[in-house]
């Protein structure tokens, strides 16, 4: 799954800013004059950096990478290098280079813990990860990796921009990781795995409670439970999805396979859902 954020390139060019109007008097606005001259040592550091900012407006992010590199290899010791590190980071993270982008912002984060823009450093090496995230269908150990990088930058910087934005796609990787117990769930239960399938959709409705997977879950128990002859089991689950999902189709569903039960518990105290699950496990 790719799921560009349109803020990535915003907040780095903000954090640049400062440095790109320094530049400017160095620079003379031709990425392809200055990247045609062999001898890029000959450059000033201020000169290349804006060259490599030029070409990141442009699109053009192998370009900017090799500019941005060329200050920190021919001037590692000047005020640029250290956010044309960052920078060449983010190139390579535009082109989709995450194992490039990654390994140039571990180095930034081990460098330059103090350093003003160390947030975003965290959260594009968070994107790096999350946006490598799979179809729910196959293994989700890269979502739970993403997942982990996401936690992170809501625990360092729980104030900013970037850990709101991490919360969020932490609930989308969770989602997920929903949709990977559902698939297997169904695949036991299309086998006749009754035992195994519950355990799958027991651990949708109790680890993730918030995705969209929940009502699916409650009614493949009821459907699991009817199959087993375990009829009382089966309403109190149709009662809870009837509860807390009376318009879902699952419930529709559900309430069709018991005919004369699945009547919708008439609890409406905080924490149903919860309580909900105990009786019913």
């Known amino acids: 799954m790719r799921i560009r954020s349109p803020r ?32 890029l040592s000959a450059q000033t550091p201020e000169a290349l950096y804006a060259a490599g900012m030029d070409s990141l407006k442009q699109e053009r992010y192998a370009d900017a990478q090799g500019f941005f590199e060329a200050v920190e290899r ?25 194992t490039e982008a990654i390994g140039g912002l571990n180095r930034f984060i081990q460098l330059h813990p103090g350093h003003r823009d160390i947030a975003y450093a965290y959260y594009l090496r968070a994107l790096c990860y999350y946006e490598q995230i799979v179809d729910s269908q ?46 297997v769930g169904r695949f036991y239960q299309a086998r006749g795995l009754p035992q195994s399938a519950i355990g799958r959709f027991r651990r949708v409705i109790e680890q993730y409670q918030t995705t969209n997977h929940v009502p699916e879950a409650l009614h493949r128990l009821t459907e699991i439970y009817l199959s087993l002859g375990l009829t009382d089991e089966a309403r109190k689950t149709a009662s809870v999805l009837g509860h807390n999902y009376p318009g879902s189709p699952w419930y529709q569903d559900s309430y069709a396979l018991l005919v004369d039960g699945a009547t919708p518990a008439a609890d409406d105290r905080p924490g149903f859902v919860r309580r909900s699950l105990d009786w019913i496990f």
């Not at 907040?11 to 001259?37: E, I």
């Not at 010791?77 to 390579?92: F, I, K, P, Q």
């Not at 930058?153 to 796609?169: E, G, I, M, W």
């Open 138 to 183: 196959r293994d989700q150990q890269g979502t739970e990796i993403a997942m982990a990088q996401l936690q992170e930058v809501v625990n360092r910087f729980p104030d900013s921009s970037y850990a709101r934005d991490a919360a969020l796609k932490i609930d989308l990787a969770r989602d997920h990781l929903a949709g990977r117990e559902m698939e």
């Open 74 to 98: 021919e001037h590692p010791y000047s005020t640029w290098a250290t956010g044309s590190s960052l920078m060449a980071a983010y190139s390579d993270y535009q082109r989709n280079r995450y």
């Open 8 to 39: 990535s390139l915003r907040f780095t060019l903000l954090l640049a800013a400062p440095l790109m109007l320094g530049a400017c008097s160095s620079w003379n606005g031709k990425s392809d004059s200055l990247r045609a001259r062999a001898d």
